[in-house]
T-cell receptor
């Protein structure tokens, strides 16, 4: 069974600084997607960034980038120039294709990030 | 804006009293998911619909059921809520073939 582990329950960072959130996963699948989702205090989860496992190049979305190490099954999120609006719970997620043609997400337990003014 | 809407935002029910949570979407997505998220835990998939096809997770308790009368609406029914069912319930949608999930704001269920 697939598992996703986020070992940092809480983190804080000063505004404008850089922070890295860690995530490891376990799977025997060769083709899958990895995601980081953000859940602000308003509670609606939104996609931050995604990575296809077959792509070696690390994904980047503006201030957000990942360090994807497939052999090590590691998928960390780096937030550069942290902003107060980045304060949220961050979930790492693994996605696999089901036989029904739909996808199943498996989430980690989350890292609560607080950006300090 | 097209979105996923969950009502109510907060729901209080009594131990053993059936409760229904609702989710609607204006995205016209084929797939709708229900997740349970307990405090400090990962969101856990309960079941999902691909159009009318219902897919139950093996470890979802029988106490939890779902209905999808049309593309836009999906309901989560908890037949006899226990204290352990207090949680945030998240609805999400996606298009078939797309890996991106669109989430609602969730319903926080309290069981007294």
């Amino acid at each position: 069974a697939q598992t996703v582990t986020q070992s940092q329950p809480e983190m804080s960072v000063q505004e404008a600084e850089t922070v890295t959130l860690s995530c490891t996963y376990d799977t025997s699948e060769s083709n899958y997607y990895l995601f980081w989702y953000k859940q602000p205090p308003s509670r609606q989860m939104i996609l931050v960034i995604r990575q296809e496992a077959y792509k070696q190049q690390n994904a980047t979305e503006n201030r957000f980038s990942v360090n994807f190490q497939k052999a090590a099954k590691s998928f960390s999120l780096k937030i550069s120039d942290s902003q107060l609006g980045d304060t949220a719970m961050y979930f790492c997620a693994f996605m696999k294709l089901l036989t029904s043609g739909t996808y199943k997400y498996i989430f980690g337990t989350g890292t609560r990030l607080k950006v300090l003014a | 804006d097209a979105m996923v809407i969950q009502n109510p935002r907060y729901q209080v029910t009594q131990f053993g009293k059936p409760v229904t949570l609702s989710c609607s979407q204006t995205l016209n997505h084929n797939v709708m998911y229900w997740y349970q998220q307990k405090s400090s835990q990962a969101p856990k998939l309960l079941f999902h619909y691909y159009d009318k096809d219902f897919n139950n997770e093996a470890d979802t308790p029988d106490n939890f059921q779902s209905r999808r009368p049309n593309t836009s609406f999906c309901f989560l029914d908890i037949r006899s809520p226990g204290l352990g069912d207090a949680a945030m319930y998240l609805c999400a949608t996606s298009e078939v073939g797309s890996e991106k999930l669109f989430f609602g704001s969730g319903t926080q269920l309290s069981v007294l």
